[in-house]
């Protein structure tokens, strides 16, 4: 729960002008406020489970979003997230008579049975079936693809974003967003050797066939000599991968560890220290140790550790022992190597550079 100090879950990604949120905790939309960013600049909005310190922000932010963004023709704000969440969207906006001057699409991830304590599943497939929803918003509904063990949720000219499972309370699940590699540089020395090749009329000239074949495309010169990108282009440059995961005891399934890894930036809960990793489990959480051999098995570049339990005093508080929050970077650190650990704290921001 939020706390003088520390708000509820929500983290936002930055990517040229656009602004993904993940997860809406209550208070989000004042942190919002409070910081350098713009509710009206979120494009798409990720949501990991539907537990309330998770989600009980979002009709408040979409409808201040409405205010700030009245345009009926602007696209959709994409929403991604667990069965049940159309129905929790639609039905808080119906009965507070609210109403969205902007359009959104919702998607719906239907989970598996053994995400949480069989107890604890409800099957929210029904939900609304035979009502006329006359005003909910439109999107699909998304099955887990059997074998890739994941969920295919975007694909953009430069990105690609999937989800995995997670095991929890209730239903979780985390979301991997990759950039597709980038075209190698341009080697002037084997452009110079087409010129060799071909001198009269000469090969390759500055200008825009260098374009061309730095974005991919093949040319054809002047005396009929195909040039294709792989002739005169270094090996392509990786994207930047970032893997931001909900509340979980772990992950179910290969898929996680496959497509987290060599990420950039691991997002992973640590609720409870080591220590109490045996009542960390029982309420479907992780401990530091948890977050970090996920880590350390996918090779994560950096490993940043969120919602903690308020029994452990914030960064910058006074005092240390194993009731500080340092503590349990310190236990994170030690099952890696002494690999530095990044304790998220209230409008951190971590830059992500482009791998050259």
């Known amino acids: 729960f939020p706390s003088p100090s520390r708000g509820a879950s929500a983290l936002v990604l930055r990517r040229e002008g656009q602004c993904w949120l993940f997860d809406c905790g209550e208070g989000t939309q004042t942190q919002l406020m409070r910081s350098h960013l713009r509710a009206a600049r979120i494009t798409k909005i990720f949501i990991t489970h539907l537990h309330g310190d998770h989600i009980f922000g979002l009709p408040g932010l979409l409808c201040t979003m409405s205010l700030q963004s009245n345009d009926a023709s602007k696209a959709p704000v ?31 991830l ?20 035979g009502e006329e929803l006359p005003q909910g918003p439109p999107g699909r509904v998304l099955h887990l693809d059997a074998g890739e063990d994941s969920y295919f949720l975007v694909e953009e000219e430069q990105l690609v974003v999937r989800a995995f499972r997670l095991f929890h309370r209730v239903p979780s699940f985390g979301f991997v967003l990759e950039e597709k590699p980038r075209p190698g540089k341009l080697n002037v020395q084997k452009l110079k050797d087409l ?3 071909a001198p ?26 195909t040039v294709f990108p792989g002739d005169v282009l270094e090996a392509p440059i990786p994207g930047r991968k970032i893997c931001v995961l909900g509340d979980c005891s772990g992950a179910l399934g290969p898929a996680a560890e496959r497509l987290c890894r060599d990420a950039d930036v691991l997002v992973h809960e640590a609720t409870l220290a080591d220590g109490q990793r045996d009542k960390a489990r029982q309420h479907g959480h992780s401990t530091p140790g948890t977050a970090a051999e996920l880590a350390k098995r996918c090779r994560a570049r950096r490993l940043v550790l969120t919602h903690f339990s308020q029994r452990y005093r914030p960064a910058g508080q006074p005092g240390d022992g194993d009731t500080h929050v340092t503590e349990l970077q310190r236990q994170a650190e030690a099952v890696l190597g002494g690999q530095e650990v990044t304790l998220a704290e209230d409008f ?7 791998k050259k």
């Not at 239907?110 to 604890?120: F, G, I, K, Y």
């Not at 009269?200 to 000599?225: C, F, H, M, R, W």
């Open 78 to 108: 994409d929403i991604y997230g667990p069965l049940g969440l159309r129905s929790f969207v639609w039905r808080s906006l119906e009965l507070s008579h609210s109403q969205l001057l902007f359009p959104i699409t919702i998607h719906e």
């Open 110 to 129: 239907v989970p598996t049975r053994d995400q949480c304590p069989a107890e604890e599943f409800k099957d929210f497939s029904s939900l609304d079936r």
């Open 195 to 197: 010129d060799v090749l």
């Open 200 to 225: 009269d009329p000469p090969g390759v000239q500055p200008g825009p066939l260098y374009g061309k074949l730095k974005s991919g495309a093949a040319i054809v010169l002047e005396n009929g000599a």
């Open 348 to 354: 951190m921001t971590i830059e992500i550079p482009l």
